[in-house]
């Protein structure tokens, strides 16, 4: 794993600190090993305190260093690869971890949480979050058990560690003279998605509602109506740069144009259901060219069969 790797190229801090500036390439996953087109993992200074840790084939995280303390948010998929990430901060500063921030309810982005809460930090967690990170937490581990092995990962060694503080809308963290601004603009990938800006680093971190050229998991949203607004509403921000939970760093226009990619793919699956088109012609027939090259169009029969549940009965069986 990653850790291994770090710590051989972490002998002086003032070679670290070059190599973090223009990203250290991390040791790629076995699943990464697998995908010959899956760069390695990477950890990319974005400011002088803000780091994006990006891991193509698994789940991103970032940290904000101050004299204070550090902020993180997301901690991989695992206790293992969380302790690797906590490594790696604190090769950068023995500052203590003061608040940890769960973006979404999905297991590859808490389910690192155990080595954070060992360090004393606060967890936050916006409160729909923190009610789906318990309701469904046997599904988030079943459905991840397979991963784990192919990572030589034991699923026993996950703990459920829930937030320590919640919030509705908004909340605002104030550490080493910076202000962190957590935002929940209602559900879009699904309830509880939280979007973080530092506006000091004109940055935002955004949760699963996106990612660049990807074609999103579908099972969750109440409304991709709501989504592709939430996007929208996203890609008119104020800031120069988009730090997702999953692929690389993107802009605000590759946030509308996965707004775009939404409302033509609900459109169309829409219409065949309108047309009376039943979900198995509907797999075999809308093939949807344009976006074959997108990450993920592997998983778009599973996606047309979410859409349809959603517009059929309104259900998100995922989530009962
Ligand atoms: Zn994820």
Not at 27 to 48: G, S, V, Y
Not at 51 to 62: D, H, I, L, P, Q
Not at 304 to 309: D, P, T
Request: charged residues 20%.
């Amino acid at each position: 794993m990653a850790t291994k790797a770090f710590s051989a190229i972490a002998g002086a801090v003032t070679a670290l600190a070059l190599a973090l500036a223009v990203g250290i390439p991390l040791t790629p996953t076995p699943a990464a090993a697998q995908n010959r087109t899956a760069p390695p993992a990477e950890l990319k200074q974005i400011t002088n305190d803000l780091y994006f840790f990006y891991e193509f084939t698994g789940s991103n995280a970032v940290f904000m260093v101050t004299d204070e303390g550090v902020l993180v948010i997301d901690t991989r998929t695992h206790p293992r690869p969380g302790q690797a990430l906590l490594d790696m901060i604190r090769k950068i500063t023995d500052k203590p971890i003061k608040w940890v921030i769960n973006s979404h309810f999905h297991g590859d982005h808490h389910f690192g949480n155990a080595p954070f809460k060992a360090t004393g930090a606060t967890f936050v967690a916006q409160a729909e979050t923190a009610r789906l990170m318990q309701h469904v937490q046997a599904k988030e581990m079943a459905r991840r058990i397979d991963g784990f092995k192919n990572q030589g990962l034991d699923p026993n060694e996950v703990k459920l560690v829930l937030p320590d503080v919640t919030f509705d809308t908004n909340m605002t963290i104030k550490l080493g003279g910076r202000e962190v601004r957590l935002m929940y603009f209602g559900p879009g990938q699904q309830a509880g998605d939280t979007f973080i800006a530092f506006p000091h680093a004109r940055a935002l971190f955004t949760p699963g509602a996106f990612g660049k050229r990807s074609m999103p998991n579908m099972a969750f949203t109440p409304s991709v109506d709501s989504w592709v607004k939430l996007l929208e509403q996203v890609a008119a921000m104020d800031v120069d740069r988009i730090l997702p939970a999953h692929g690389d760093v993107a802009t605000r226009a590759d946030v509308k144009e996965l707004a775009a990619m939404l409302a033509d793919e609900y459109a169309i699956v829409k219409d065949a259901v309108a047309k009376g088109m039943n979900v198995d012609d509907a797999v075999k027939t809308l093939t949807f060219p344009q976006y074959k090259d997108w990450r993920n169009y592997n998983r778009l029969a599973g996606e047309i069969r979410a859409l349809y549940e959603l517009i059929q009965t309104g259900k998100r069986s995922y989530l009962d």
